[in-house]
């Protein structure tokens, strides 16, 4: 949600040729029981102050000919603004998605009732922005918004994520892996929705085809039931964690350095990192849902969802035919840069001068 907000602020200002200003005003962050007691419980609660009754505040006191909300996260924000001059944009509504059973992904009943409340606010606002066909078909599907008001926008790509000559080498070196050495990248969150459980089921089925093969995993740590399975599964050996990359750049050189992505995702709301990885050259391998075939579209292997063991046969595909690798990096690439900042900031222009003429018409 930062890097969308930052992204598109970013492009507005660039792009923004019509007199349109261009401000934004950042959840503040500012410390009350912190103060007194720096622990955890005391962070949390000045967060929640900040979020619900801080930043609410400081909106009420500015003025505006069109409020734009940038995360579903923040709705309850357009109680201090006014309604028929807001914008909400919605990335996924994954929470309400899992509590309904529609993804496997466990909710708590507080959470799932926190989402819903969070949510409603949407019908308030006068147009909602979908990063995805496939977010905008489950806003309808699963919320009582008014599709009429919904628009999609796909989201843009930072232009860091890109091919790197030298990446593979270099950082392949970095590691202690040779060039000849079959890397699988995972790029992933602790969220059960994002199938690891399967990809190592699918790691399993293909090692024995594949024996140097070397899975790395970015982001989060795998769960201890997902550890435990890894272990059982004999491919605790060919994993490596690499946590948490700090950088774009950093992320776009292990992209750079993986022979293919495998992105076994049960939902998203856009799929980001598929078009990273297809912008830097790395071949992506991807259950075929919605919002990741609306980013990968032919220039991927989508197999259907929950199949390990097609998820395994392609990504074997990839790693053993250098013709049809090729092949995919050239698309992916092509595909990659349909992807701007610029087109995701003009077309979210094009809905503030129809909000601001809706308002107008309405005086």
């Known amino acids: 949600m930062k890097r969308y907000a930052e992204e598109l602020h970013a492009a507005l200002r660039a792009s923004t040729s019509d007199g349109l200003a261009i401000a934004m005003e950042r959840p503040p962050d500012r410390r009350y029981l912190s103060r007194l007691a720096d622990a955890n419980g005391a962070r949390r609660i000045d967060r929640a102050w900040c979020r619900w009754v801080t930043y609410p505040g400081v909106l009420k006191q500015r003025s505006a000919a069109v409020f734009h909300i940038l995360d579903q996260g923040y709705a309850h924000l357009i109680r201090s603004l006014d309604p028929a001059r807001t914008i909400v944009t919605c990335h996924d509504i994954i929470p309400l998605l899992a509590a309904q059973g529609a993804i496997p992904s466990p909710v708590s009943a507080r959470a799932a009732w926190i989402f819903r409340r969070k949510i409603a606010y949407l019908t308030k606002a006068r147009r909602i922005i979908a990063v995805s066909t496939a977010t905008k078909v489950t806003l309808e599907r699963y919320t009582a918004v008014d599709p009429s008001r919904v628009t999609v926008v796909p989201n843009g790509l930072n232009a860091t994520f890109r091919f790197l000559p030298d990446a593979r080498a270099t950082r392949r070196a970095a590691a202690g892996l040779r060039d000849t050495t079959p890397v699988v990248l995972q790029v992933a969150t602790a969220g059960r929705y994002k199938n690891t459980a399967t990809l190592l089921h699918a790691i399993a089925g293909l090692r024995p085809r594949v024996p140097d093969l070397v899975l790395l995993r970015v982001g989060a740590p795998l769960l201890p039931d997902e550890a435990h399975l890894a272990r059982t599964l004999g491919v605790a050996d060919c994993l490596r964690h690499l946590g948490d990359v700090a950088t774009d750049q950093l992320l776009t050189e292990w992209y750079n350095a993986a022979d293919v992505l495998v992105f076994p995702s049960a939902w998203e709301g856009f799929g980001w990192p598929p078009l990273e990885a297809m912008a830097c050259g790395t071949p992506v391998v991807a259950f075929d849902i919605p919002p990741v075939a609306e980013v990968v579209g032919t220039a991927g292997l989508l197999v259907p969802p929950g199949d390990m063991s097609a998820l395994a046969a392609a990504t074997e595909r990839i790693l053993t035919d250098t013709g049809l690798a090729a092949e995919l990096r050239q698309r992916g690439r092509q595909r990659a840069a349909q992807f701007t900042w610029t087109a995701t900031a ?18």
Not at 353 to 358: G, K, S, T
């Open 346 to 363: 003009a077309r979210t222009a094009t809905i503030y001068a129809e909000l601001l003429a809706d308002t107008r018409s309405r005086q």
